[in-house]
């Protein structure tokens, strides 16, 4: 029994558990951010840069640039759950519905 | 150096975890698995075992716990019984599919409704199909040495998959049994330290359980298969390591007991083993020749060996503690296998079922004569009347 050995073709090959390098940019074909009703809305003025954004979204939409020395959003991909919102200790996050932006997601035809 | 004590099987296990020196530890609370969890909390606390202990918030989160820190590349460890384990069943498959080879170790339990502590095998045999490799014990000791065992067989890089270490609840959990420990030193020689060729590791993003294309399923699965092909090797070259590292006497995947002449033969895994091996001792007094053979591993399936241990006899009798509602034969699960390992063979026996230790009845020596007259006639005539019997429940 254990002699014997499926053959994959090498197209459709993938590695052992389907482990991959992680692709740490983001994947323009899967863009998951259009599902979303309202959005965190940040005042820069109260950020302490905790990071707390960063560390508890699971979609890591939080970053710090470290240009500006500003948390930055990622429209592309937050869901709008909101546990950003949750977890600011700074209380410098608020929900805002995505009608109140001319550009927000339920407004476009085809969003991004 | 090699000590012997009196532990219960959920004792022996957690002993069996230690000497393999576990990492990560996920607990819920449901037993009788639970003394498992008590024996290692203590183990943790009192500092004679360096892991992370994490309590989960329910068993999804336990296995989920587990094979993530798997993931990471610890050796993890968990464990539940009954409904606990079925509650988890999202968590196998990803598991096994990720090729995680953490442990869990089940006491098993029967499932609801409408609630019922006894031991039988259904939990977890409901599990069969997600790509674990699966077994019984019999005794503590056997728990014990499974507990090592399988880390050894499921980190293999030829079989990387996760364990299910399997023995009855309360007949083996919760009754005490002679166990001899090792010198830990022996333990580490057989078992090298968990080594994770792609582990979660900020310096070297990967991920793990990505979304894979349609057409990539079938290769996955092929992936899993291979695995579950060349894992009997490496279980049969584990086992032979471990008998000469501990000086046991285990055979890889079926132990057989008294089968040399034997005519009829129990197929049995798990606790109630034990009364079979005095059911066929009375037997033999009283000129029956019966013979019974211990399964020890349920998933990789032994065909080759059970279609070997089994075809010398006339009839065969499969004690099912764990029921398959509306299956091919009625009853319970092993029959089927055993059949289908049988079909090729120009010669084989007749093969029938009972439905036995179910909600976790106790199985009596009488249940065993019960099985070994109908065996017998069944023997005799070269066919069974039916393909199941469930005894003490039949019409006369």
């Known amino acids: 029994m254990s002699d014997f050995k499926f053959k994959i073709p090498k197209h459709l090959e993938v590695p052992m558990g389907a482990v991959i390098p992680a692709p740490v940019k983001e994947n323009p074909g899967m863009i998951t951010g259009n599902w979303r009703t309202e959005r965190p809305v940040i005042d820069h003025e109260a950020c302490t840069l905790c990071l707390n954004c960063f560390i508890f979204c699971p979609d890591a939409c939080w970053h710090l640039d470290e240009k500006t020395e500003k948390m930055m959003w990622n429209a592309r991909y937050c869901k709008g759950c909101m546990i950003c919102v949750n977890e600011c200790p700074a209380d410098c996050l608020t929900p805002q519905n995505e009608l109140d932006f001319p550009k927000g997601v339920v407004r476009l035809d085809k969003p991004f | ?396």
């Not at chain 2, 530890?25 to 969890?37: D, K, N, Q, V």
């Not at chain 2, 333990?187 to 979660?200: A, I, K, M, T």
Request: overall charge negative.
């Open chain 2, 1 to 396: 150096m090699a000590k012997e004590v009196f532990y219960s099987g959920c004792a022996a296990a957690a002993y069996g975890a230690k000497f393999s020196r576990v990492e990560v530890i996920s607990s819920y609370p449901i037993r009788p698995y639970t003394g498992i969890m008590m024996e290692l909390s203590k183990l943790v606390a009192n500092g004679d075992l360096d892991a992370e202990f994490v309590h989960g918030e329910g068993e999804h989160a336990q296995v989920s716990i587990a094979y993530g820190a798997s993931a990471a590349g610890a050796r993890a460890y968990t464990g539940s019984s009954g409904v606990g384990v079925t509650y988890a069943m999202e968590c196998y498959s990803p598991a096994a599919g990720g090729r995680l080879p953490c442990q869990m170790a089940i006491a098993d339990r029967a499932l609801d409704p409408p609630g019922d502590f006894g031991s039988e095998h259904t939990d977890v045999m409901s599990a069969r199909d997600q790509g674990w490799i699966m077994g019984w014990a019999e005794t503590p000791q056997e728990v014990f040495d499974n507990t090592i065992m399988y880390y050894r067989i499921g980190e293999d890089p030829r079989v990387m998959l996760p364990q299910f270490c399997c023995q009855d609840g309360y007949f083996v959990s919760h009754i005490p049994g002679k166990v001899i420990l090792p010198d830990q030193k022996a333990v580490d020689e057989y078992l090298p330290p968990y080594n994770n060729p792609h582990p979660l590791d900020p310096t070297r993003p990967v991920s793990h359980g990505p979304q894979i294309f349609p057409d990539q399923g079938p290769a996955i699965d092929l992936q899993r298969a291979q695995a579950f092909l060349d894992t009997p090797k490496v279980i049969a070259e584990a086992v032979k390591d471990f008998n000469k590292q501990f000086g046991r006497k285990y055979s890889p995947f079926v132990e057989e007991y008294m089968t040399d002449d034997a005519d009829i033969a129990f197929f049995i895994m798990g606790g109630h083993a034990r009364t079979a091996r005095f059911a066929v001792n009375h037997l033999r007094k009283k000129g029956v020749k019966a013979g019974m053979v211990k399964l020890r591993f349920v998933r990789p399936w032994p065909t080759e060996a059970v279609a070997e241990a089994l075809s010398k006899f006339k009839a065969v009798g499969t004690i099912e503690t764990s029921t398959s509602y509306g299956g091919a034969m009625r009853g319970g699960n092993l029959i089927h296998e055993v059949r289908a390992s049988l079909y090729d063979l120009p010669k084989r026996p007749a093969v029938t079922s009972f439905m036995a230790g179910l909600g976790g009845e106790v199985v009596t020596l009488n249940e065993f004569y019960e099985m070994a007259k109908i065996l017998t006639e069944a023997a005799k005539s070269g066919k069974v009347k039916k393909g199941v019997y469930w005894l003490g429940f039949e019409p006369d």
